[in-house]
DNA sequence: GATATCAATCGTATATTTACGATATTAGAT
DNA sequence: ATCTAATATCGTAAATATACGATTGATATC
């Protein structure tokens, strides 16, 4: 889980992830224009998610193609829920 | 958000998060017996996560309370909510 | 006032992250 | 075969994160 959040831990990652999620169409260096960031950047960035499973990748030709890896999404925002069970519970602390 | 999340990206902050959930009474030291770290390490992430404002720290007397900020963590919840926008949509990737 | 306890802070060594330019790789176009 | 465009990878410098021991600070107890 520490792993998942780490890929969120950073604004260009979640950048990212917004604009896979917003497009339908996966797109690929399109992200490279949209960021202020050099193409190698945008490029690790990408592996990173890719590695920890948030996203999919697809050569398609010369150009490669990402997705959000939606399964994964899941799993984090459900293992994240855990923290929250206290929210429903409506838990309120003793002290502070 | 980063910055939440990034909270979020260590065990041992994890660790001392779901601690703090679990037990109602807000333990202090404690903390410090049930992780293996040096008592400077685990002052060390408190201070992560107090400074992002997830968890309320006390000082009462010689010993400090920490406790959830569950108003920090039902924001924390639902900024990260806006990624997950396509899973409720049923969203299915085009290419991938 | 001296002492003990709990916790914060300081100093520091090491590891990891981040970013970039340069280079390599791949496949379509000429 | 060559050239071009889109990406990935490599090497590297700078910044940040992590962990620890040592020290400091605060408060209760003797």
Sequence with gaps: ????????????????????AEMDTCICGEIVQELPLAQSTVSQH????????????????????????WDAMKELRDSIGILFTGLERGNRNKCC
Tied chains: 1, 2.
């Design 1 to 20: 889980m520490a792993e998942l959040a780490k890929a969120l831990s950073h604004p260009a990652r979640i950048a990212i992830l917004k604009l896979l």
């Design 46 to 69: 990408l592996k990173e998610l890719k590695a920890c499973g948030l996203v999919q990748g697809e050569i398609d030709g010369p150009r490669s193609c990402y997705c959000i890896n």
